[in-house]
């Protein structure tokens, strides 16, 4: 059974904040080290240093950083192993949880985060994984509201019009109270517990994704890679070509557009944010990627892992 020295770094910094201790002791080398310098750096960790033992191989011992008596580190996973490594370029590297996470990646020129490889163009084996703790405050920011949108507010009725479409949110007005001040649009907390704070940000993003959807729009392209792989539109249904017996027919909800370009591209657009991502996990779904040769439905940019087949 193999030893691998990452695992056992990052499983120690998960028991040690699951006992809520304030440092962990840590068997040193290189590598470790350089991985503890971007965590320090990233914010995930307070600090570290090497203190010697009576082997003189010495030890890290790391200062864990807690906010508001939860780990700052939410999750810490290995994603590249000794019996499978991961691999990204610098245009394919994974976001995780939408850029509030954190890769951490061994390229040619050391060991840095993935937001570093990104800005130096390099890419590298994703050696982990971390997510950050955070108290979301977006919920006290102001949404600034575009020239050609107009929003009323009535009776718990939040009306977004613009150039693409108009929707109306419902509000809870026991809990929300909404105002616009110039071109400013602010959601307040009438009733402040932890239930409500939690639904703040939420509401807010939801509330600024509909001002967007009126005014731009919202959009999603999907990518058909395969032989034989073909879209086209019939109406008001689209015609997929997947390497099945038959055809498969996706009729189109009402309230979304879909055009096809060079017959493997599909663009969906709709003001609704939340029915235009179903309508693209719908169809994915009609033939989700496979890991050997990535055939399949994919969203443009999405990370595919992928495997190696058998070796005759």
């Known amino acids: ?156 009725k939040l009306t977004m019009s613009g150039p693409k479409g108009s929707k109306e949110l419902n509000l809870n007005d026991k809990i929300f109270s909404a105002s616009i001040d110039e071109n400013n649009l602010r959601i307040k907390l009438i009733n402040k517990n932890d239930k409500t704070k939690s639904l703040w940000g939420t509401t807010r993003s939801k509330i600024y994704s509909s001002i967007l959807g009126v005014t731009n729009g919202h959009e999603k392209t999907l990518e058909l890679s395969g032989v034989g792989y073909r879209a086209n539109l019939k109406g008001n249904f689209l015609n997929l070509q997947l390497g099945f017996s038959h055809d498969v027919i996706y009729e189109i909800p009402k309230d979304v557009k879909i055009t096809v370009e060079k017959s493997v591209v599909i663009k969906i657009s709709g003001i609704d944010k939340e029915l235009v991502g179903k309508v693209a996990s719908e169809i994915k779904m009609l033939k989700p990627v496979e890991p050997y040769k990535a055939k399949g439905i994919k969203e443009k940019g999405q990370y595919v892992i992928r495997k190696e087949g058998k070796k005759k």
């Open 1 to 156: 059974m193999s030893f691998d020295p990452i695992s056992d770094m990052i499983t120690r910094i998960r028991n040690a904040q699951m006992r809520s201790l304030s440092k962990v002791i840590i068997p040193s080398s290189k590598f470790r080290g350089k991985i503890l310098d971007v965590l320090k750096q990233e914010g995930y960790i307070l600090d570290y240093k090497l203190i010697s033992d009576e082997d003189n191989k010495g030890n890290f011992s790391v200062n864990l950083k807690y906010s508001n008596g939860s780990p700052v580190i939410r999750e810490i996973k290995r994603i590249s192993k000794p019996g499978r490594r991961i691999y990204a370029k610098a245009t394919s590297m994974p976001k995780i949880q939408n850029g509030l996470g954190l890769a951490i990646i061994s390229t040619s020129k050391g060991i840095m985060s993935d937001n570093d490889a990104r800005n130096k163009n390099i890419g590298g084996e994703i050696i982990c994984k971390v997510f950050w703790y955070f108290m979301s405050k977006l919920g006290k920011k102001p949404i600034v509201i575009p020239k050609d949108a107009k929003i009323k507010f009535e009776s718990g």
